[in-house]
T-cell receptor, first 113, second 111 residues
Framework: SAVISQKPSRDICQRGTSLTIQCQVD?????MFWYRQQPGQSLTLIAT?????????ESGFVIDKFPISRPNLTFSTLTVSNMSPEDSSIYLC??????????FGSGTQLSVL | DAKTTQPPSMDCAEGRAANLPCNHS???????VYWYRQIHSQGPQYIIH???NNETNEMASLIITEDRKSSTLILPHATLRDTAVYYC????????????FGTGTSLTVIP
């Protein structure tokens, strides 16, 4: 299994500011992903974090709003830019291991005022 | 990826078996069935996955019908800590296919 550390665990931010969420995996994984979970909803895939290249975004998500970096196999960041109250959600980092299982961090609870 | 259909909610008495159904009638031959659960305020947790044979591990059993169009996750002796949202996902392995989560089943274990 993979252990995923995500920080911050929660934050309260002002409208118009940006927040960068960090994700560290304890072992090399094949792929890393970022999900969003809005209140009372299921998980929605934002993007696949590609090592050393631009992330692959799902429909409805764009790089300008959610820039993602993955400088190496075990670390990734997601930035939520120019935040509005509609961005208040839980943001989850995940990683797929060689055994084809997906593991998750504990999430970042973001509230935008 | 094939879509799945799950009941939105279920109840189960503590100590009894919880049987959670999932319909995936458009599943392809190379797609596995995965089950995850999410306890409130935590990241989803892997439970089990399988292709066509029934699978069992320390957490649960997965029963897949012969035509693979549906499956059932069985928690043999449900406890209060099993109260969670359970997600059934189908995806092909060894590909770039991602994990897409549906709406899941909210299971409540009742004392």
């Amino acid at each position: 299994s993979a252990v995923i550390s995500q920080k911050p665990s929660r934050d309260i931010c002002q409208r118009g500011t940006s927040l960068t969420i960090q994700c560290q995996v304890d072992s090399q994984v094949t792929m890393m992903f970022w999900y969003r979970q809005q209140p009372g909803q299921s998980l929605t895939l934002i993007a696949t974090a590609n090592q050393g290249s631009e992330a692959t975004y799902e429909s409805g998500f764009v790089i300008d709003k959610f820039p993602i970096s993955r400088p190496n196999l075990t670390f990734s960041t997601l930035t939520v830019s120019n935040m509005s109250p509609e961005d208040s959600s839980i943001y989850l980092c995940s990683a797929r291991a060689a055994n084809e299982k997906l593991f998750f961090g504990s999430g970042t609870q973001l509230s935008v005022l | 990826d094939a879509k799945t259909t799950q009941p939105p909610s279920m109840d189960c008495a503590e100590g009894r078996a919880a049987n959670l159904p999932c319909n995936h009638s458009t599943i392809s031959g190379n797609e596995y069935v995965y089950w995850y659960r999410q306890i409130h305020s935590q990241g989803p947790q892997y439970i089990i996955h399988g292709l066509k044979n029934n699978e069992t591990n320390e957490m649960a059993s997965l029963i897949i019908t012969e035509d693979r169009k549906s499956s059932t996750l069985i928690l043999p002796h449900a406890t209060l800590r099993d109260t969670a949202v359970y997600y059934c996902i189908v995806r092909a392995v060894n590909t770039g296919n991602q994990f897409y989560f549906g709406t899941g089943t909210s299971l409540t274990v009742i004392p």
